[in-house]
């Protein structure tokens, strides 16, 4: 069994930061591309920011230039540090990992419960 565990999500003013964390833990062998992604009311879900084993990251337009996605593949954990926080970006932030099971070496794709950022303005 695998799970991730966000934290780090709150209520926050228009222009202010917050740092999210998730963390793997269970029956991993290896974690390949890990990320974050986001759900607004009434909206889909979409893709924020990945970073892949070595350390290559890819963001949604609205959030480059004000969002940093890292990673510690020593503590599997995954990182969103978010700055200039508009209210646009209120939402259920969730992370997600592509993962190697140890027990059976099968390939996994794994999601957290999601934390929720609400930013007032």
């Known amino acids: 069994q695998v799970q991730l565990v966000e934290s780090g999500g709150g209520l926050v003013q228009s222009g202010g930061s917050l740092r999210l964390s998730c963390a793997a833990s269970?029956?991993?062998?290896?974690?390949?591309?890990m990320g974050w992604y986001r759900q607004a009311p009434g909206k889909a879900r979409e893709m924020v920011a990945t970073?892949?084993?070595?350390?290559?990251?890819n963001y949604v337009d609205s959030v480059k230039g004000r969002f940093t996605i890292s990673r510690d593949n020593a503590k599997n954990t995954v990182y969103l540090q978010m700055n200039s926080l508009k209210p646009e970006d209120t939402a259920v932030y969730s992370c997600?990992?592509?993962?190697?099971?140890?027990?059976?070496?099968?390939?996994?794709?794994?999601w957290g419960k999601g934390t929720l950022v609400t930013v007032s303005s």
């Open positions: 269970g029956d991993i062998y290896t974690i390949y591309s």
């Open positions: 970073i892949s084993s070595i350390g290559n990251t």
């Open positions: 997600h990992a592509d993962l190697m099971r140890y027990s059976d070496f099968e390939m996994m794709d794994c």
